[in-house]
């Protein structure tokens, strides 16, 4: 494995790409050579702003070299890297998803996508995603020490549906934490938390979380219920000690719980 891969393995809070300085674009489309060179010259500007860690300034120059040349797929990759360190990982999940679109073998493209979607908590999904790097390079280092940590959430959800149905929450809002080390962007998580921190009383917590969510995704149904939840219990001074708990039910690709987990007594 090259230097260059090896580099890939990388922490959310201090991810070092190392952008493509090669050509290895898969042109679909006759581009002419002109806007092929205006293209590289874009990307490699670009490459040089996100090692200054000028990461809008990189992503301005690889948006430009995408409109130039839209169907390279290292211009997509980088600019998802570049995405990530502006924690817009909705973003770069999209450019990580066209840049394999584009390149049904480009390890880079779904090694970003496997971390994308681990970090937005979809670990089905990374799974996935990390296979694929696995069928093109068996021996990927980034690939198999990224699926620890998916096996690790995934092992966190079931623990947190085990406890949620025997109602310990106390032992569910530490899986939770757990899951929201490697998934810090999942609102699915964080909702849950928030309902689970409101059943142990710990409402000034759970409408933190709760708002959290609501100040990204404002018309969020779920934080929005389980604010007015814990609203309930703060304006009643009432104890959540008597609760239908509800079925707990995980969803890979929406933050939507199919069933509440619990409501007030009457």
């Keep these: ?3 260059m891969e090896e580099k890939e393995v990388a922490e959310v809070n201090g991810l070092e790409e190392t952008m493509e300085d090669d050509d290895d674009c898969m042109i679909v489309e006759e581009q002419s050579l002109s806007a092929e060179e205006q293209a590289e010259s874009k990307k490699t500007e670009g490459n040089g702003f996100y ?3 000028k990461y809008r300034d990189a992503l301005e120059c690889y948006t430009q070299a995408i ?3 839209p169907t390279c797929a290292a211009y997509y990759g980088n600019r998802a890297a570049t995405y990530m360190m502006l924690k817009r990982y909705k973003d770069a999940l999209a450019d990580a998803q066209q840049s394999v679109h584009l390149d049904p073998a480009f390890v880079k493209g779904y090694i ?3 971390k994308c979607h681990l970090i937005l908590g979809n670990a089905l999904a990374a799974l996935k995603s990390f296979n694929h790097v696995l069928e093109h390079d068996p021996d990927n280092a980034v690939a198999l020490h990224e699926l620890k ?3 690790s959430v995934q092992e966190m959800e079931r623990k947190v549906e085990l406890n949620i149905g025997k109602k310990e929450y106390r032992t569910a809002v530490f899986c939770l934490d757990r899951c929201l080390d490697h998934s ?3 609102v699915r998580y964080k ?4 309902e689970a921190l409101t059943y142990l009383d710990r409402q000034q917590e759970a409408q933190e979380l709760a708002n959290d969510v609501l100040g990204r995704d404002g018309m969020n149904a779920d934080a929005l219920y389980v604010r007015g939840l814990s609203l309930y219990y703060r304006i009643t001074q009432r104890k959540p000690s008597s609760i239908s708990s509800r079925s ?4 890979p690709t929406t933050t939507r719980l199919e069933e509440p987990l619990g409501k007030p007594s009457s």
């Design 248 to 251: 707990f039910a995980w969803h």
């Design 112 to 114: 970003r996508e496997g």
């Design 191 to 194: 909702v849950l938390k928030a």
């Design 184 to 186: 810090p962007a999942s």
């Design 67 to 69: 409109n130039l040349c």
């Design 149 to 151: 940590h998916v096996k």
């Design 51 to 53: 090692k200054q860690q």
């Design 1 to 3: 494995m090259s230097a």
